[in-house]
């Protein structure tokens, strides 16, 4: 009696550390990123590559590769541990650079498909390859964000607390997405400004967020395509807490 | 489980392999951008590769309630469409012959009329294949978000193209490879078993157009359908590969050709033109049963008698084949 007494006191104690790591009410000092505001134009930090953004510091962020989601999934050992990440405000925009090494660069350009119904051109658009998959990243962060309250679920978020997903795909380009919970994320047809470029087996991407405020929680993804990486299978941080 | 499930059941005896059905079925729904390579319809030779080739030994399916890992089938398995050099040959007075280009390699019935190559005498039939609307469908499981669904009120599997992100494991868990993923949308698109005609009280537009009038379509728990009938009350039609789990609501007649020799008293089983052990591995163990009942009912024909199952099979008119008024939506079964 006393020794399950004994498990259920630990048990209970691990069950609620958890919950303290997951909500981010209190984070640790190492999941707080620095946000210094950039003497750069929001203009040239999208646009202006390295130089732009030399001064800010880097903060390395671990990633972790979601457990496997379908016993029919092929395995993915985990090839990309961690995303650099720099932030900086200007003009009234939060933007984000992520860079990280993936030594397979998937993504390719589809071709444009014409401003005319279908049914009046004699060739259609193919659909050139059915099984690829492409590299993409992604910013995370909650819809009301009310910096007193815990933060949601890294899952998605919940029903009390949707997230915006800021979306890039090296193929199809960049859209707002929203979302309150796994497997209700949707693509609001917004697209917002992003710029990548692919180098020496790494990806650079910039993301332009409108402006949140210090204390908001932020979260990242990679997705790795020639991992078969989309949806829940990819690369996710914990939290982070803007400065 | 909905509450109504529409059924078609195909006379594999009847079909010409004329593949009408499947132009039909392409002019309709599958002639966007994107969808140059998707036949929600097909009409594969069999045995045979089939389309995507090999898709009957690719995987996906159900096993003791799990679903089984299946890789993605590739372009190359379904063939890279081609064009012709018309223009050089028509307008620019080249002396070259028309030729496809890129080479073709494969295609959506690529060995067609091959057969079994078997040296004595080959033999081939035509199995014409769309989305089996199944009871249990793996791609509905499979897809993480619920973008799949099975109308309740007649059993059609649609894809929500605002929910689908094109993430392809309804493509890999479908043991019979009936979704089709199109790149230019990004989204994953299959046979919607012609809702949209049927709501008007027309038949699916393959059976409508299909000149071996070899499809019935039906309610399956209506008991004055033809489907209903066939599969269930003169048990003469089966799925393709039953232990695959979905429980497919597509059923077979299985081909019943004559004994090889012309010998009158023989039973097919005894001279089976197309070797039982490949009726079995297409429809299972069975098919036996099922060839036995045929044999009953032509050999009730023969000795002058009435059989009705021949009779529903022979499908004369469209009042025999069909029944899809939409009031039977409503009926009360
Ligand atoms: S045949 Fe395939 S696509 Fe059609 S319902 Fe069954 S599992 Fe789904
Ligand atoms: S139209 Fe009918 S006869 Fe022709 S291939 Fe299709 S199912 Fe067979």
């Known amino acids: ?243 | 489980m909905s509450k109504h499930q529409y059924a078609m059941v195909m006379d594999l005896n009847k079909c010409l392999g004329c593949q009408t059905c499947t132009i039909a079925c392409k002019k309709l729904w599958t002639d966007r951008d994107g969808t140059g390579y998707m036949y929600w319809n097909n009409v594969e030779t069999r045995p045979g590769l089939g389309y995507p080739r090999q898709w009957d030994r690719i995987g996906g399916g159900w096993k003791d309630g799990l679903l089984q890992p299946s890789p993605l089938p590739t372009m190359d398995d379904y063939g890279h469409a081609w064009e012709y050099n018309y223009e050089q040959r028509l307008y620019e007075g080249k002396k070259q012959p028309v030729m496809p280009s890129p080479e073709p390699e494969s295609g959506v019935n690529w060995d067609e009329d091959v057969g079994s190559m078997n040296e004595d005498e080959n033999y081939f039939f035509y199995l014409p294949r769309i989305c089996n609307h199944c009871t249990h469908p793996a791609c509905l499981e499979a897809c993480p978000r619920k973008a799949i669904y099975k109308r309740d009120e007649d059993g059609i599997v649609v894809i929500d193209q605002e929910r689908c992100q094109g993430y392809r494991y309804c493509i890999k868990a479908c043991p019979y490879k009936k979704i089709y993923f199109n790149e230019v949308t990004g989204k994953s698109e299959k046979c919607i078993f012609c809702y949209p005609r049927l709501e008007k009280g027309q038949v699916n537009a393959c059976a409508a157009q299909c000149p071996g009038r070899l499809r019935f379509v039906g309610i399956l728990d209506d008991p004055e359908s033809p489907v209903h009938k066939l599969v269930l009350v003169h048990k003469i039609a089966l799925p393709l590969f039953p232990e695959k789990g979905t429980q497919p609501n597509v059923f077979y007649v299985p081909p019943f050709n004559p004994p090889k020799r012309d010998n009158y008293g023989k039973s097919i089983q005894e001279d089976p033109r197309v070797p039982l052990d490949y009726l079995i591995y297409l429809f299972g163990p069975e098919v036996k049963d099922v060839i036995v009942r045929l044999e009953a009912e032509l050999k009730k024909t023969q000795e002058g008698g009435r059989s009705e199952a021949l009779q529903l099979l022979i499908g004369r008119d469209a009042e025999t084949r069909y029944r899809v008024r939409p009031q039977l939506v409503q009926i009360q079964l």
């Open chain 1, 1 to 243: 009696m006393r020794t399950r007494q004994f498990v259920i006191t630990v048990s209970v104690g691990l069950v609620l550390s958890t919950v303290w790591a997951q909500t981010g009410a209190k984070p640790a000092a190492g999941q707080s990123l620095p946000v210094p505001a950039s003497s750069a134009s929001a203009d040239a930090l999208l646009n202006g590559g390295p130089g732009a953004w030399s001064q800010i510091a880097v903060k390395h962020v671990a990633l972790n590769r979601t457990p496997p989601l379908y016993d029919t999934d092929e395995p993915a050992p985990p090839e990309i541990p961690s995303l650099d990440v720099r932030a900086a405000r200007s003009g009234g925009k939060l933007l984000f650079q992520l860079s990280w090494h993936d030594p397979t660069r998937d993504a390719v350009t589809l071709a444009e498909v014409p401003n005319t119904p279908p049914e009046t051109r004699f060739r259609k658009v193919p659909t050139e390859a059915d099984d690829r998959f492409f590299d993409a990243a992604a910013v995370m962060f909650p819809e009301k964000s009310d910096i007193n309250t815990i933060a949601p679920s890294l899952q998605m978020g919940d029903a009390e607390h949707p997230v915006e997903i800021y979306y890039w795909n090296a193929t199809r380009g960049a859209m707002v997405m929203q979302a309150q919970g796994r497997s209700t994320t949707k693509r609001t047809g917004k697209p917002f400004p992003a710029s990548s470029s692919y180098q020496n087996d790494r990806w650079n991407v910039i993301f332009e967020l409108p402006d949140l405020a210090a204390g908001t929680t932020v979260a990242f993804a990679v997705w790795n395509g020639s991992q078969k990486d989309r949806d829940g299978r990819k690369y996710f941080s914990v939290w982070q807490v803007l400065e």
